[in-house]
């Protein structure tokens, strides 16, 4: 057969195989915002969860994912921040640093699932902390470690080697090239990588399982030692676990979850392409 | 003065490199506990008794524990979502990297990235509203939440991570190959398929792996469209249950400390050294690419 049909062919196929993930993406998107949106009122934002959960609001359910993402991640953050810190700028290419950067790499690859069973072994029952908010912000927060690492490390080294050069060179130390000179100029990366952080604490739904998860319970907490509910696990009580709930519900949480995560990334995607921009190297 | 600072560099230095391990101790600490729950079970049941019995019900009297159903449903989840997600994820790839233009480039990588933002839970839901009466009424079945059902959301859920990273194999490939086939008369295609598939293969090969562990660990998404049947699995269109499914589905009645917890944390331990498994040879795999 003739290359160029055989080509033509090819290419048509490769365009087809992205044209289906983008339609899908499209109309999964598409479908959640036109049947979730009539849901979402003033009253659905702000009510708790009335009868059984068909009907009222999620109010205790955004309010408990809230917390729970902010507490990941002021447990994640300094520790993402400071291991990036010493793979970019201290660790030397050594068998250590090897091992740490597998250990990233697997820490990020542990299913969802096992990070909820090492929760509840470590924090609800080992702990003693039960299954309350602290213990399901330190599980989320280990789960997160290794994208904060990732994105923090690709930010600080991007900053280029000459900067940090003129820097040691008029007599700063180590320690002050880095606080005024390289994360300066890594903030953008690293913003970036926290809000997406972010997001995938939000959406999460098995490591908050056994840790902090409440099926029911239309309250706001009171301490990091409360249960909360938490918006992915209310979507999925109210769709698998509590017969006759209104689609219209469903959509509505559905839509509000999404809406939550997709606006973080949207955050993020923004900050890189406003950063990228303005790179002055 | 100058005492003070050196001071403040050692402790500071030292304090980054705490940071720094701290990876290396979550992985530790993660194995040892489940190890430390998991363990127990096997004063019970034997290992292979475990892995390779046939049935799984753990509340009867004395409770059977054998999970060969449930890593056999795993497997036919995952096998399914790799045949739908391999294909279709590879030649996206390919297309971003090789075919499309910059703007059309653009969109592909955002809406990519997009899918990858969809928590779990509500492409569970999707599915659930979508995908599984339609695989009720195409293949006249008394239930939609099959194995196939499964694979085919799974194979979303793979897709991204196989995009990206077979995508920067791609890229990290010498401009002069290509240029060389092409230079040789090859057409574009040729060059493709026959040069730059061939050079980029370790690192895609990592990237359908990590695709795969992806689809192993996923747990929300499955479990609300499998069907939840712990039995051995003899078609793709009947209900299957996967090991993650198991664990987060019983382990709200397990009680701490019972036979049952034992076990859900032992198939945690199967999880963890089937991820371990995947992500070192992945690793590898990349590390090959780079030299």
Same mark, same amino acid.
């Given at each position: ?281 | ?19 720094? &391990? !701290?990876? #290396?101790?979550? $992985? +530790? @600490?993660? *194995? ?8 127990? /079970? ?72 997009? &899918? !990858?933002? #969809?928590?779990? $839970? +509500? @492409?569970? *839901? ?8 339609? /695989? ?75 695709? #795969?562990?992806? $689809? ?76």
């Amino acid at each position: 057969m003739n290359p160029y049909r055989t080509q033509k062919i090819a290419f048509s196929f490769l365009f087809l195989a992205n044209l289906l993930i983008l339609v899908l993406v499209g109309v999964i998107v598409a479908v959640i915002v036109q049947k979730g949106l009539p849901a979402i009122t003033w009253q659905f934002l702000t009510d708790v969860p009335r009868q059984g959960m068909r009907a009222g609001g999620i109010l205790p359910a955004l309010v408990g994912t809230l917390y729970l993402v902010a507490g990941a991640i002021v447990f994640a953050l300094p520790i993402g921040l400071f291991a990036a810190i010493y793979l970019s700028e201290y660790a030397k290419d050594s068998l250590l640093t090897r091992l740490i950067k597998l250990a990233i790499v697997n820490l990020a690859g542990v299913p969802s699932v096992v990070y909820g069973l090492f929760g509840l072994a470590l924090f609800v029952v080992f702990f003693k902390f039960g299954a309350s908010i602290l213990s399901g912000s330190l599980t989320l927060g280990i789960m997160i470690l290794p994208l904060i690492i990732t994105a923090s490390r690709e930010a600080l080294e991007s900053v280029p080697q000459s900067f940090r050069e003129v820097s040691l060179s008029l007599g700063a130390s180590k320690w002050q090239t880095i606080q005024h000179i390289v994360l300066p100029n890594a903030i953008p990366g690293i913003l970036t990588g926290t809000i997406l952080g972010l997001g995938r604490a939000a959406g999460e739904t098995a490591p908050i399982l056994f840790t902090v998860a409440a099926f029911y319970l239309p309250q706001l907490p009171g301490s990091i030692f409360d249960q909360v509910m938490a918006l992915p696990y209310h979507l999925y009580v109210i769709s698998t676990q509590v017969p006759n709930v209104d689609e219209k519900t469903r959509y509505g949480t559905a839509l509000v979850l999404l809406a939550l995560v997709l606006s973080m990334n949207l955050v993020a995607i923004v900050i890189r392409y406003k950063f990228r921009m303005k790179k002055k190297w | 003065m100058t005492t003070m600072r050196a001071v403040k560099e050692f402790v500071i230095e030292k304090l980054v490199l705490l940071c720094g &391990l !701290a990876s #290396i101790f979550f $992985v +530790v @600490l993660i *194995f040892l506990f489940l190890l430390k729950e998991g363990f127990a /079970v096997f004063k019970t049941v034997n290992p292979f008794a475990f892995l390779f019995g046939k049935s799984w019900y753990p509340i009867s009297d004395p409770p059977q524990l054998g999970i060969l159903p449930l890593i056999l449903g795993s497997l036919i989840v995952t096998a399914g979502a790799a045949i739908i997600s391999i294909p279709i994820g590879v030649g996206c790839a390919i297309y971003i990297a090789e075919i499309a233009p910059r703007r059309i480039k653009e969109v592909l990588k955002a809406g990519i990235e997009l &899918l !990858a933002a #969809i928590p779990s $839970v +509500v @492409l569970g *839901f999707i599915g659930m509203v979508t995908l599984v009466p339609l /695989v009720k009424t195409v293949f006249h079945l008394p239930t939609g939440l099959t194995a196939l059902s499964g694979s085919i959301m799974l194979a979303f859920m793979a897709m991204p991570t196989i995009v990206s990273i077979a995508e920067d194999a791609l890229y990290s490939i010498p401009k002069t190959y290509k240029e060389g086939a092409l230079a040789m008369g090859a057409t574009h295609w040729q060059a493709i398929w026959r040069v730059m598939l061939r050079a980029a293969s370790s690192g895609i090969l990592a990237a359908i792996m990590l695709g #795969i562990g992806r $689809v192993i660990g996923e747990t929300m998404a499955v479990m609300m469209i499998t069907g939840n049947a712990a039995v051995i699995p003899h078609s793709f269109v009947a209900p299957v249950r996967t090991l993650t499914a198991t664990i987060a589905a019983e382990m709200g009645e397990a009680v701490v400390g019972s036979e049952h917890y034992f076990a859900l944390f032992a198939i945690g331990i199967v999880l963890f050294v089937i991820s371990f498994g995947v992500n070192v040879t992945a690793d590898l795999f990349l590390h090959k690419r780079q030299q």
